[in-house]
């Protein structure tokens, strides 16, 4: 049963509630609903967007993803934790990465509980970072309908706020190692493998639920060395797509979000703005169509 989505990104921050309110102003958007996890030890708030959620997560209580949440916060402070893929069948994931070599567990049952008395139910299949090239990642068959996480309202123009993600940012050692887990592994399309010499750097796209993967082994230099090849790989950023980059820059701006101007993108066709602060600890892109490429097409 192959994973078919990016479910959801996991954001770990320490004040849940400011990290929320600055996502509201950042997404341009409601959030979609808050809750805890009783079982875990933890509280939550989702921004479901129209291909994936982001979850922002802090400890509250006791448990061991809680402690593992504490760690992380002491050691790194706020920024991406995890990455969750979606799959329909948990039993069969778990199966099949066990055929591959990792060492999956068993479909693991969990629930989510919304301060209204609701409860959401999933089953998850966890593997030992050690297996996934030193990163916090799991899959998750959703039992509850994906009704219970509705989409998080915009509070503007539509074309103003983040509609989708773009894609996240890997930081890896190993780039062979990266496409034995990812690609070889756990099945997800390697769309691009390019020696990027411009930017010092080998770059993989892996293309899973209209997401990318980016997977990048920077070669290092004088100034910034590369990463040891027994060093564990790290989530470093993400990307949000915009229907109209130059509206959302605007908008951010006059919030007192510190954004960079907007600037053609690597990719052709494309527009970009960076954002520099009150994204949770995560460095952070708005990218989107330019529509002057579109009108000389």
Known sequence: MPLNRVDHVLVAVNDLDAVTRDYEVLTGR???LRGSHPDYGTANAIFQLENTYIELISPVGEGPFAQQLRTHLDEKGDGLFGITFGTDNAQVTSEEWQQQGLRATAPQPGEGHGPDGSVRQWRNVYVPSEDVLG???FAIEHVSDASTRP????????DATFHAVD???VNTPDGDKAISVFGDKMGIRLALDRDAKQWGARMMFFRIGGITLEVIQRYGDEKTPAMPLDAPSVYWGMAFRAHDV???QARLASAG???SDVRKG?????LVATVRDKSGGVPMLIVGPDPQADETA
């Not at 690597?266 to 494309?270: D, E, F, L, M, S």
């Open 30 to 32: 409601a959030v979609s």
């Open 135 to 137: 990163l916090f990642l």
């Open 151 to 158: 989409i998080a309202a915009p509070q503007g123009p539509e």
């Open 167 to 169: 894609h996240v940012v």
């Open 246 to 248: 130059a509206a959302a």
């Open 257 to 259: 979000v510190n954004i």
């Open 266 to 270: 690597r990719k052709p066709g494309t």
